[in-house]
């Protein structure tokens, strides 16, 4: 297991705030597409994407500490290996950040 799907799990087991979980992304460095494949394969694990995970992965994006770029490239790996229903889910909350990228570019 990567040391940021350890991170991952982490945060998860011990319910991080918010704050803690932004600090621990960007003092790790964690803005990297191999982060958005491991956030990705530890969402897609059961039925549906875990809503502590999504929830997550919306703050990163939204407030710009993870780039939306890695992860749709990441969705877009990942649906052409396997499609998979929960990628449905996972692509919906990247489309409400499509703008953020337009926005840097």
């Keep these: 297991m990567s040391d940021s799907e350890q991170m991952v799990l982490k945060a998860w087991k011990e319910r991080w705030e918010e704050e803690r979980w932004l ?3 960007i003092s790790n460095r964690m803005d990297t597409p191999s982060f958005a494949e491991s956030i990705l394969s530890l969402l897609l694990v059961g039925a549906a994407p875990n809503p502590q995970l999504i929830h997550y992965l919306e703050l990163g994006l939204s407030c710009g500490a993870l780039p939306v770029c890695h992860f749709i490239i990441a969705v877009h790996k990942k649906i ?26």
């Design 23 to 25: 600090q621990s992304i």
């Design 80 to 105: 052409s290996a396997e499609p998979l229903p929960a990628c449905n889910c996972l692509i919906l909350c990247l489309s409400s950040h499509i703008s953020t990228i337009r926005l840097n570019l």
